[in-house]
């Protein structure tokens, strides 16, 4: 495998840029483009170690005073011989960095190629690898202790025990078909319903994860909707900090849906602020008031703001009925509470929280109910859950092969007939982990890194 070089830090300007190596010829390119202040050459270190030196160009003169380090495969991040120098984070010190070792035979690394070459090399399984991507992306702190979880191994290992509570069915029953003579005791029908079972379970409570995961790293889709006017941008301002949407007495000002994302109550959420619902004659507004519906059916949460000077309308109560029919939870929010305390509504089936946008009063009561509709979790329970939609279907599958091959013993079919639907769960959960994947869906999931990671 050839060797590859990338800047680990991004292109902005920063105060240290490292730029990465990886592959056979990683530490003698590292040497080649550094020079120690001891006078030893850099493939004399010991791994790990930082080296105080001067970086060269191509031509051999100086351009930055920089710290190297080595690490040799196969403990080291991709499995291979690494190298990583750390330089000031210009830009144009980085790209002559670049430069230098490329004329060293060294070549661009491609999106996500570090962390391939780890899965590739066994230093990391798939879900690993995904949760270095997450861990990248996440906009949160239960995003990030959710990837660093899943990057340690938890999700990874409650994989695994179902797995290989599944190959060992497999092998204790080939064993018996294979070795008629040995003294092995088959499986009796109630102890292999029982492993059946119990890998169902496992993979039913693990699919049950998935939506709360989810949510952890992409965030909650969360519409805001009411009668125009009611107060929505001024509530997705206030939830922001600054001004976002435009803000205006005149009602149907929001002509379009605007999306942004904050943490609301300790939950990530993916705020979309909606043209006021109401009957317009206006062909604009019109088209924005259908976007407010269409944002109503993928939201998880709905906050239906009603405007607390006025009794609820019918176009109130009727906007609330749709929230409730659409979305996953929904908080009814009477707004404008500075204006006064207003009217009530009574019997609404849902949470009901007074704010002010003006003042913020109210908010934290917000949050609080934002947290009780999405409950975060135990702790023990980080790193453990289903993220994507690509582990989801691997575990369905596996959870689909074993209900059938329950049915099957169920239906008094012979073992091997059962097996094959054993087999398939392994298959699914070999996808899940990456001991068995095709190339197209690796592909998809480092493209997803940024170049060079």
Same mark, same amino acid.
């Given at each position: 495998?050839?060797?590859?070089?990338?800047?680990?830090?991004?292109?902005?300007?920063?105060?240290?840029?490292?730029?990465?190596?990886?592959?056979?010829? *990683?530490?003698?390119?590292?040497?080649?483009?550094?020079?120690?202040?001891?006078?030893?050459?850099?493939?004399?270190?010991?791994?790990?170690?930082?080296?105080?030196?001067?970086?060269?160009?191509?031509?051999?003169? =100086?351009?930055?005073?920089?710290?190297?380090?080595? +690490?040799?495969?196969?403990?080291?991040?991709?499995?291979?011989?690494?190298?990583?120098?750390? @330089?000031?984070?210009?830009?144009?010190?980085?790209?002559?960095?670049?430069?230098?070792?490329?004329?060293?035979?060294?070549?661009?690394?491609?999106?996500?190629?570090?962390?391939?070459?780890?899965?590739?090399?066994?230093?990391?399984?798939?879900?690993? *690898?995904? *949760?270095?991507?997450?861990?990248?992306?996440?906009?949160?702190?239960?995003?990030?202790?959710?990837?660093?979880?899943?990057? +340690?191994?938890?999700?990874?290992?409650?994989?695994?025990?179902?797995?290989?509570?599944?190959?060992?069915?497999?092998?204790?029953?080939?064993?018996?078909?294979?070795?008629?003579?040995?003294?092995?005791?088959?499986?009796?029908?109630?102890?292999?319903?029982?492993?059946?079972?119990?890998?169902?379970?496992?993979?039913?409570?693990?699919?049950?994860?998935?939506?709360?995961?989810?949510?952890?790293?992409?965030?909650?889709? @969360?519409?805001?909707?009411?009668?125009?006017?009611?107060?929505?941008?001024?509530?997705?301002?206030?939830?922001?900090?600054?001004?976002?949407?435009?803000?205006?007495?005149?009602?149907?000002?929001?002509?379009?849906?605007?999306?942004?994302?904050?943490?609301?109550?300790?939950?990530?959420?993916?705020?979309?602020?909606?043209?006021?619902?109401?009957?317009?004659?206006?062909?604009?507004?019109?088209?924005?008031?259908?976007?407010?519906?269409?944002?109503?059916?993928?939201?998880?949460?709905?906050?239906?703001?009603?405007?607390?000077?006025?009794?609820?309308?019918?176009?109130?109560?009727?906007?609330?009925?749709?929230?409730?029919?659409?979305?996953?939870?929904?908080?009814?929010?009477?707004?404008?509470?500075?204006?006064?305390?207003?009217?009530?509504?009574?019997?609404?089936? @849902?949470?009901?929280?007074?704010?002010?946008?003006?003042?913020?009063?109210?908010?934290?009561?917000?949050?609080? *109910?934002?947290?009780?509709?999405?409950?975060?979790?135990?702790?023990?329970?980080?790193?453990?859950?289903?993220?994507?939609?690509?582990?989801?279907?691997?575990?369905?599958?596996?959870?689909?092969?074993?209900?059938?091959?329950?049915? +099957?013993?169920?239906?008094?079919?012979? =073992?091997?007939?059962?097996?094959?639907?054993?087999?398939?769960?392994?298959?699914?959960?070999?996808?899940?982990?990456?001991?068995?994947?095709?190339?197209?869906?690796?592909?998809?999931?480092?493209?997803?890194?940024?170049?060079?990671?």
């Amino acid at each position: 495998m050839d060797t590859i070089a990338a800047i680990a830090t991004g292109s902005a300007r920063c105060a240290v840029g490292i730029v990465r190596l990886s592959g056979p010829n *990683a530490i003698p390119a590292a040497a080649a483009v550094f020079r120690a202040a001891s006078g030893k050459p850099l493939e004399t270190a010991a791994d790990r170690q930082l080296v105080y030196g001067t970086l060269l160009d191509g031509e051999g003169r =100086p351009v930055d005073q920089i710290l190297a380090t080595v +690490s040799r495969g196969p403990r080291s991040y991709t499995g291979e011989d690494t190298a990583e120098l750390q @330089c000031h984070g210009s830009p144009a010190v980085l790209a002559l960095a670049l430069e230098a070792l490329y004329a060293q035979g060294v070549r661009p690394a491609g999106p996500g190629e570090f962390t391939r070459r780890a899965f590739l090399n066994g230093r990391l399984d798939l879900l690993q *690898a995904e *949760a270095v991507a997450d861990l990248i992306d996440a906009d949160s702190a239960q995003a990030v202790r959710c990837a660093g979880g899943q990057l +340690s191994g938890a999700l990874s290992r409650r994989v695994a025990a179902v797995y290989d509570a599944l190959v060992d069915v497999s092998a204790h029953f080939h064993a018996v078909l294979d070795y008629p003579d040995e003294d092995l005791d088959p499986f009796t029908q109630r102890e292999l319903a029982d492993a059946l079972d119990r890998g169902a379970a496992d993979l039913s409570a693990l699919l049950d994860t998935y939506r709360r995961g989810k949510f952890l790293v992409g965030g909650i889709p @969360c519409a805001i909707v009411g009668r125009p006017n009611a107060g929505k941008s001024s509530l997705l301002n206030a939830l922001l900090g600054y001004e976002r949407a435009i803000v205006t007495d005149i009602p149907g000002t929001t002509r379009d849906t605007v999306e942004e994302k904050c943490t609301v109550g300790g939950r990530l959420l993916r705020l979309i602020d909606t043209a006021g619902i109401r009957e317009t004659a206006d062909a604009v507004e019109r088209i924005g008031v259908e976007r407010s519906r269409k944002a109503l059916e993928g939201a998880a949460l709905a906050l239906v703001l009603w405007d607390g000077t006025c009794p609820p309308t019918t176009e109130d109560r009727d906007l609330l009925a749709l929230a409730l029919d659409r979305a996953e939870r929904v908080i009814l929010l009477r707004t404008k509470t500075d204006l006064g305390p207003g009217p009530a509504w009574t019997e609404c089936p @849902c949470p009901v929280v007074a704010v002010s946008s003006k003042t913020g009063d109210g908010l934290r009561a917000l949050e609080e *109910a934002v947290a009780e509709a999405f409950p975060g979790g135990a702790a023990e329970e980080a790193g453990q859950m289903l993220t994507n939609a690509r582990q989801a279907e691997a575990a369905g599958r596996a959870l689909g092969a074993l209900e059938a091959a329950s049915g +099957s013993l169920a239906a008094g079919m012979t =073992p091997d007939a059962v097996l094959v639907d054993v087999e398939a769960a392994m298959v699914a959960l070999g996808e899940l982990t990456g001991r068995t994947v095709r190339e197209d869906v690796t592909d998809r999931i480092f493209a997803r890194f940024c170049v060079g990671k």
